[in-house]
């Protein structure tokens, strides 16, 4: 079946632009969660959406990052203002949930966003 | 979350065995063992998890110690295409963010 889906694959943006970037999760896939990644660091992680509401919005590392999924499925992460510290790559996940357990996070191919 | 501990790199000639390992000194008692692993330009990819108790399915086998402090990823015929950056992460069972550090680049060789 389809994994989880990013669009675009690419962004370059001048300084002071907003972009919007997109996450389409598997199906049925109630947890949606966003990273971020500088080069040549792992991953670190953004936001946490449960179906339609986040649930944790901890890493967002300014007010002019902003994510929603209104609809407890696709998901856009919006970035005002860039700035040139904003350039990495913008991951999304997802996974089922159990209450409990540990599920699988299924990574989309993310989106590398280049702030000029 | 625990901290963990990995080597930045390590070579592995293709077809051996490739052994990354982990220190987790600090991990809890309701900690697991979750590897990850991220070929170039995609996004990490799951690999296999544990809490105390060997694990093994088709893509690795985890070791992991019996005071849990350390752990050993097992990927018994490396191919090229094994080439990546593999992540050693500790945290409680849950559907709760994962926390990478900078893992180790494995490079297979020809």
């Known amino acids: 079946g389809a994994g989880v889906s990013q669009s675009p694959r690419y962004k370059v943006a001048k300084r002071g632009q907003d972009v919007a970037l997109r996450c389409d999760p598997i199906?049925?896939?109630?947890?949606l969660f966003w990273y971020q990644q500088a080069l040549g660091q792992g991953p670190e992680f953004l936001t946490y959406?449960?179906?339609?509401?986040?649930?944790?919005k901890s890493g967002l590392p300014s007010d002019r990052f902003f994510a929603e999924r209104p609809e407890g499925s696709v998901s856009t992460l919006k970035i005002q203002r860039t700035q040139q510290e904003d350039s990495a790559v913008y991951l999304c996940?997802?996974?089922?949930?159990?209450?409990?357990?540990?599920?699988?996070?299924?990574f989309g191919p993310g989106t590398r966003l280049t702030v000029l | 979350d625990a901290k963990t501990t990995q080597p930045p790199s390590m070579d592995c000639a293709e077809g051996r065995a490739a052994n990354l390992p982990c220190n987790h000194s600090t991990i809890s008692g309701n900690e697991y063992v979750y590897w990850y692993r991220q070929i170039h330009s995609q996004g990490p990819q799951y690999i296999i998890h544990g809490l105390k108790n060997n694990e093994t399915n088709e893509m690795a086998s985890l070791i992991i110690t019996e005071d849990r402090k350390s752990s050993t990823l097992i990927l018994p015929h490396a191919t090229l295409r094994d080439t990546a950056v593999y992540y050693c992460?500790?945290?409680?069972?849950?559907?709760?963010?994962?926390?990478f550090g900078k893992g180790t680049r494995l490079s297979v060789i020809a």
């Open positions: 199906s049925g896939h109630v947890s």
């Open positions: 996940a997802s996974s089922r949930l159990t209450r409990g357990l540990y599920n699988e996070q299924f």
């Open positions: 992460i500790v945290r409680v069972a849950g559907n709760t963010p994962l926390v």
């Open positions: 959406f449960q179906n339609e509401a986040q649930l944790d």
